[in-house]
Structure formats: structure tokens, C-alpha cells
């Protein structure tokens, strides 16, 4: 009886995919399915989304699709006083690392935000000053009606990328109920 009712809980519960947790998107990347990006960048209150993340080992560890400026844009904003140098390795690594996702799961839709990273992001990069972004706001993109984070092809790749990551390392997750 009693471990009945605890399997009917943890069904009841809103568990997240292996390698995701529920976090407030202060901004939102628009683009269109071929890559362009559709200003302006959008501001939002209450978006909550099911995104990567990972306990970061180095500050060059990019979440894929949803992090901070300086990992989605390379991007300088509010008051930050990080080196450019460094902004930019960040950015480098999340390009790196969304050209990988890109190759391995051959969605288009990621694609598009590969042609977006590489070919459009110093506009983007150079329309936040005026947008009143912190250092520290999440952001994601989203192509189409399609937030890049949703997709099972990119969770896929995700949870892979980070047991590979992680493989011969001793860890231990588990959930709390």
C-alpha cells in the first residue's frame, strides 16, 4: 500500500528530463526558421522553461540554448566588468558546442541558430545596450513558435553531451520526494 501511494506521487510530480531544470527566461531570441533574427529582443515576465544545465567546473562551461549574455551573444551589458577576452571565449564555447548539436542532431531548426550565431549575432549583441539586460539574466532562443530547448532532438543530444562529460566520474543523482 504504502509504496503504491509513493509510486502515484512521484508520478504526480513535474520531474524534469535528466540534465534540465525549470528556470525564470528573463529574455527571449526570436528568429525565423532560416536563421534571421527578428528584433527586438524580448522581454518577459513569467517564462519559466525546462532548460540544460550543469554544474560549471570552469566559467567556459556554456548550458546549451538558454545562459547568460555573454555565453549566447558574447555580449557586454548593465554594468558588467568582465573582460571582452573573456566574454568572448564564452561565446566561442556556446557557438562550439550549438555547431555540435547542429552536426549531430541535423534539426534545422537548430541550423537556423547556428546561421543566426555566426552570421547575425553582433547586431543582436549590439541592440542589448539599450535593452536594460544584466549580466546575469538568462536568456533563450526560439525559432519559429519553437523554444530550441523543447526539442527531443536537442534533449537528446544534451543528455549525452553531458554523460559523455561525465563518464568514469563518480556521480550520484537522485530526486527528492
Known sequence: MFLTRLSELYDRLDTQPSGYELKPTRWVIQLSEDGTWLPPMAETDSLTLSVP???RSSNVAPCLFADDPHFILGARVGDDDMEQDKIQERYQSHLALVEECAEQTRDPLVAAAVRFL??????????VADTGMKPKDFLTIRVGQTFLVELESVRRFWQTKLESETAGKSVFRSQCI
Open 118 to 127: 555566426r552570421e547575425s549575432s553582433v547586431e543582436a549583441r549590439e541592440s
Open 53 to 55: 544545465t550543469r554544474k
